[in-house]
């Protein structure tokens, strides 16, 4: 079964970096574009970032661009998230996503993990 | 930036009862809305796409609308229903989603 499990979540200050991973199993992880999606506490899911399967193209939403860098590694199945200069609005639960839509993205995430919390406080 | 709102943001109901969600897009998405169920720890589930049931999900939800108003209808509440609720436009970026729908047990 699609199974997507997160990491790399954790308490960071303001400024610094961090980088999550989800590990990918149960498909074809190199057919599917990929998501992340996060949470911040009491709001709705905001979409972050898409990679292609093939990592041909990269799109990110409004907020966090130039800050964040999505990546893959489709020889070892694992999808990654760079945030830099992280700020408290950061503060959230990532999610990886897979699209449902396979190697052309629809932006419609049919499999999540269950997120990887981080957190930005001094 | 389309900004989708949902109502209610919260609802009790019993099982058995037939329960709507309206989502509401602030400009004509045409059908490219979707559907999300989320429980505490778990990962989030997608139930419709667009006006499909997504695979293995059961017949009792289902999904409709277009432009700006879609509904998401639970025809028969069961236990394991009892969750969050989100709407998502997939028409253009941003892929916003709604603030979600509480479903509580009465």
């Known amino acids: 079964q699609v199974q997507l499990v997160e990491s790399g979540g954790g308490v960071v200050q303001p400024g610094r970096s961090l980088r999550l991973s989800c590990r990918a199993s149960g498909f074809t992880f190199s057919s599917y574009g990929m998501h992340w999606v996060r949470q911040a506490p009491g709001k709705g899911p905001e979409w972050v970032a898409l990679?292609?399967?093939?990592?041909?193209?990269?799109f990110y939403g409004g907020s966090v661009e130039g800050r964040v860098t999505i990546s893959r590694d489709n020889s070892k199945n694992t999808l990654y998230l760079q945030l830099d200069s992280l700020r408290p609005e950061d503060t959230a639960v990532y999610y990886c996503?897979?699209?449902?839509?396979?190697?052309?993205?629809?932006?419609?995430?049919?499999?999540w993990g269950q997120g990887t919390l981080v957190t930005v406080s001094s | 930036d389309i900004q989708m709102t949902q109502s209610p943001s919260s609802l009790s109901a019993s099982v058995g009862d037939r329960v709507t969600i309206t989502c509401r897009a602030s400009?004509?998405?045409?059908?490219?809305l979707n559907w999300y169920q989320h429980k505490p720890g778990k990962a989030p589930k997608l139930l419709i796409y667009g006006a499909s049931l997504q695979s293995g999900v059961p017949s009792r939800f289902s999904g409709s609308g277009s432009e700006t108003d879609f509904t998401l209808t639970i025809s028969s509440l069961q236990p394991e229903d009892f969750a969050t609720y989100y709407c998502q436009q997939n028409y253009i970026t941003p892929y916003n989603f709604g603030q979600g729908t509480k479903l509580e047990i009465k």
């Open positions: 400009q004509s998405i045409t059908s490219y």
């Open positions: 990679i292609w399967h093939d990592d041909s193209y990269k």
């Open positions: 996503a897979r699209d449902r839509g396979g190697d052309w993205p629809r932006y419609q995430f049919d499999y």
